[in-house]
T-cell receptor, first 114, second 115 residues
Framework: GNSVTQMEGPVTLSEEAFLTINCTYT??????LFWYVQYPGEGLQLLLK?????DKGSNKGFEATYRKETTSFHLEKGSVQVSDSAVYFC?????????????FGQGTELSVKP | DSGVTQTPKHLITATGQRVTLRCSPR?????VYWYQQSLDQGLQFLIQ???????AKGNILERFSAQQFPDLHSELNLSSLELGDSALYFC??????????????FGSGTQLSVL
């Protein structure tokens, strides 16, 4: 079945450091890929998405490129801030399946120190 | 604010009991999803409803059931509760989007503690 694997956390960085959170997936067909973020005490929020190979999703300085050849969707940010501290989830859904469920990775906790 | 409302925010109960979690989706969203989040299992998909009909089923126990009502709100019923059912239960909603790439809007969750 479809699955998502993320690098284990927690990841601790200093402010302004470069961030990479690795995400790889296994899926049949052509899934859409997502990154969601969960701040303490809140529900998940969509951070960015990509719906086909070579698409780059971006938002709030975060980027991820849909790499079909390596089945990856790594999250990157050039300069993290303390306010980026949260849990990040990589997810996929079956393309073309309207209202389809998302399959999430285990989540990676990011802690940014001043 | 995602527009998805979950009640109650916290629930404390005893083993063997039955509880009902409620979710009101965003206005106009036809799909409702239930997820369970725990430290050891991560975020697990339980079940999805679309316009009142069950659309997909995930790792939902037989002791759990759900339904979506004509006004599109949904309830998740958990019965014969066990200690291991303690978790954060999220509801999410979405609207159909062509070509996939559907965006889910999550509620703040119901924290269930089974003592």
């Amino acid at each position: 079945g479809n699955s998502v694997t993320q690098m284990e956390g927690p990841v601790t960085l200093s402010e302004e450091a470069f961030l990479t959170i690795n995400c790889t997936y296994t899926a049949t067909g052509y899934p859409s890929l997502f990154w969601y973020v969960q701040y303490p005490g809140e529900g998940l929020q969509l951070l960015l998405k990509a719906t086909k190979a070579d698409d780059k999703g971006s938002n709030k300085g975060f980027e991820a490129t849909y790499r079909k050849e390596t089945t990856s969707f790594h999250l990157e940010k050039g300069s993290v801030q303390v306010s980026d501290s949260a849990v990040y989830f990589c997810a996929l859904s079956d393309r073309g399946n309207q209202g389809g469920k998302l399959i999430f990775g285990q989540g990676t906790e990011l802690s940014v120190k001043p | 604010d995602s527009g998805v409302t979950q009640t109650p925010k916290h629930l404390i109960t005893a083993t063997g009991q039955r509880v009902t979690l409620r979710c009101s989706p965003r206005s106009g969203d036809l799909s409702v999803y239930w997820y369970q989040q725990s430290l050891d299992q991560g975020l697990q998909f339980l079940i999805q409803y679309y316009n009142g009909e069950e659309r997909a089923k995930g790792n939902i126990l037989e002791r759990f059931s759900a339904q979506q009502f004509p006004d599109l709100h949904s309830e998740l019923n958990l019965s014969s509760l066990e200690l291991g059912d303690s978790a954060l239960y999220f509801c999410a909603s979405s609207a159909p989007q062509g070509g996939g790439g559907e965006k889910l809007f999550f509620g703040s969750g119901t924290q269930l503690s089974v003592l």
